[in-house]
């Protein structure tokens, strides 16, 4: 079986042309051409000898995704991809375009195990390797190119539960962030959790500058378990620890998501207790009223509750926003991408 050049780190493809007689060094220049250039075949590789080119060429490759269908709105601002994987999987990927910067939302995962009760991810499949994860960001970037030669990616969030698959989730961001990789600004990407707290404690001790994003979502134990059943396993009570182990080892505030639905977690009541829960913890709250799920009986509350809400917390001294939607229209909001599109798959 050929080896897939893509998704190995610096250290590996330096093993692998040890291994084949040939310097360290063959592993930037590979590298550079892989992640900085686009190439998809070795033969592309021009500052490789001929005969190294044509070993490549019989042992390894360099994978790419297919885009099975692409959607974006009407202002064109928004674009959801759908990538077919080698096995036949699908996963998809959106592009926000801003004025000042350009953001991709990444999978992590072929669906997700974690069924929090609010969320269309689909079921969970398998994960995605690093190479899977690192070909989004290449494969809408070269797409982006083709539509806007001057811009470039400037922001990363995955999706899914990314600490589900740590290990190549932390291997694609090693990529994504290398100087021979993408050299994204590791600020500028989020890794989300819904609340994995000893995967929590370890990402605090990796040294990485990324941004942690960690779904609360609930002010309760008793309405976590029935919003996010991983609450069962990991109570507020751990899971907050965790937080403030991570804010003491890495010096960086940490980012909770708290979905607004109507009459279950929106109460301004709970803003308070929010407030009280997340006392002493250098954060930020972002606040995402609900986006409409098929097979769900949630309701997304008044903006005026919204607006009340985050007044409370701004009150108690906490930095809280309101997110911004894009990509409604598309079902391209985080908590449904890909659930559409295999609900219609299995009719």
Not at 70 to 83: C, Q
Not at 283 to 298: A, K, M, W
Request: hydrophobic share 40%; glycine share 6%; charged share 30%.
């Amino acid at each position: 079986m050929k080896l897939n050049l893509k998704g190995l780190s610096r250290r590996e493809l330096e093993e692998f042309f040890l291994a084949l007689g040939e310097p360290k060094y063959r592993a930037s220049q590979t590298m550079r051409w892989i992640y900085k250039r686009g190439v998809t075949s070795s033969r592309e590789m021009t500052d490789l000898s001929k005969a190294l080119r044509a070993k490549l060429e019989e042992i390894a490759y360099i994978s790419r995704l297919k885009i099975k269908s692409k959607s974006e709105t009407p202002s064109k601002d928004t674009i959801k991809y759908l990538f077919e994987l080698e096995d036949g999987n699908t996963i998809e990927s959106v592009l926000l375009l801003y004025d000042r910067r350009t953001t991709i939302c990444i999978s992590s995962q072929v669906g997700c195990a974690y069924r929090c009760d609010f969320c269309a991810i689909g079921e969970f499949i398998r994960d995605l390797a690093a190479a899977e994860i690192v070909d989004q960001v290449l494969t809408i970037r070269d797409d982006l190119w083709e539509r806007e030669n001057n811009r470039t990616i400037s922001n990363i969030v995955l999706i899914g539960e990314c600490f589900a698959n740590y290990n190549n989730v932390l291997k694609a961001i090693r990529l994504l962030i290398a100087e021979e990789g993408l050299h994204i600004g590791a600020r500028h990407i989020i890794v989300p959790t819904c609340g994995l707290a000893p995967q929590i404690r370890r990402f605090a001790r990796e040294g990485l500058q990324v941004r942690l994003a960690v779904s609360l979502n609930a002010t309760s134990d008793r309405l976590r378990d029935v919003l996010m059943p991983i609450n069962k396993r990991y109570p507020l009570g751990m899971l907050l620890e965790a937080c403030r182990y991570y804010v003491r080892r890495t010096g960086r505030r940490i980012t909770l998501e708290y979905n607004l639905i109507s009459e279950v977690n929106d109460e301004l009541g709970q803003a308070h207790r929010l407030a009280d829960l997340l006392e002493g913890i250098p954060c930020n709250i972002n606040l995402i009223p609900f986006n409409s799920v098929e097979g769900t009986d949630y309701e997304r509350p008044s903006r005026n509750r919204v607006y009340k809400f985050q007044q409370i917390l701004k009150e108690r001294g906490f930095e809280a926003v309101i997110r911004a939607e894009r990509g409604v229209g598309l079902n391209a909001v985080c908590e449904q991408l890909r659930g559409k599109y295999e609900r219609k798959a299995r009719r």
